[in-house]
T-cell receptor
Framework: RKEVEQDPGPFNVPEGATVAFNCTYSNSASQSFFWYRQDCRKEPKLLMSVYSSGNEDGRFTAQLNRASQYISLLIRDSKLSDSATYLCVVNRGNTPLVFGKGTRLSVIA | IAGITQAPTSQILAAGRRMTLRCTQDMRHNAMYWYRQDLGLGLRLIHYSNTAGTTGKGEVPDGYSVSRANTDDFPLTLASAVPSQTSVYFC?????????????FGEGSRLTVL
């Protein structure tokens, strides 16, 4: 089992829709969690951290469920510009980050 | 402009040739990383360095070597390139390795080995 698993998609949604991605992680010692965004043929960039109590940044909401070992990303009121690949990232402590393979989102006009 | 610079941005290479991908950062970050990204396989860590003078192996280190002579530079060398090393290579840095989640990536180097 891969340490970080994501549904690769693609998720094709109309503008204005709400879409959610889940990510599961296998190592219960994982300490911190993040979502990165990667546009086509570009480098990944940090979208947001995921806090235990859940956190929101504009249209984006991240949740962590330690008991079930998954994190989620909810995007409300999808925009065309949200089309990208979303990478789930896990930190086990003093080791390099572990990246999921990503979930591809296409927002359609 | 502060950040990470990779070179070359793109290269076609004959199998068996030696190739060094360059990576320089001006943020004085302690930790640096090399990833390769392949379709369907995501980002895979090749080598990393927690601080100048130290390096470590990642998930897919075979066929690659790195050095970290100073804080700013972290070159990746393919001693004898093979077609399976065709990929997009990303260099990244972070303030330190640990609980920090923000990696800053370069724009990538597209390498094709024929």
């Amino acid at each position: 089992r891969k340490e970080v698993e994501q549904d690769p998609g693609p998720f094709n949604v109309p503008e204005g829709a709400t879409v959610a991605f889940n990510c599961t992680y296998s190592n219960s010692a994982s300490q911190s969690f993040f979502w990165y965004r990667q546009d086509c043929r570009k480098e990944p960039k940090l979208l947001m951290s995921v806090y235990s109590s859940g956190n929101e940044d504009g249209r984006f909401t991240a949740q962590l469920n330690r008991a079930s070992q998954y994190i989620s990303l909810l995007i409300r009121d999808s925009k065309l510009s949200d089309s990208a690949t979303y990478l789930c990232v896990v930190n086990r402590g003093n080791t390099p980050l572990v990246f999921g393979k990503g979930t591809r989102l296409s927002v359609i006009a | 402009i502060a950040g990470i610079t990779q070179a070359p941005t793109s290269q076609i290479l004959a199998a068996g040739r030696r190739m060094t991908l360059r990576c320089t950062q001006d943020m004085r970050h302690n930790a640096m990383y090399w990833y390769r990204q392949d379709l369907g396989l995501g980002l895979r860590l090749i080598h990393y360095s927690n601080t100048a003078g130290t390096t470590g192996k990642g998930e897919v280190p075979d066929g690659y070597s790195v050095s970290r002579a100073n804080t700013d530079d972290f070159p990746l060398t393919l001693a004898s390139a093979v077609p399976s090393q065709t990929s997009v290579y990303f260099c990244a840095s972070s303030v330190q390795q640990g609980n920090t989640g923000e990696l800053f990536f370069g724009e990538g180097s597209r390498l094709t080995v024929l």
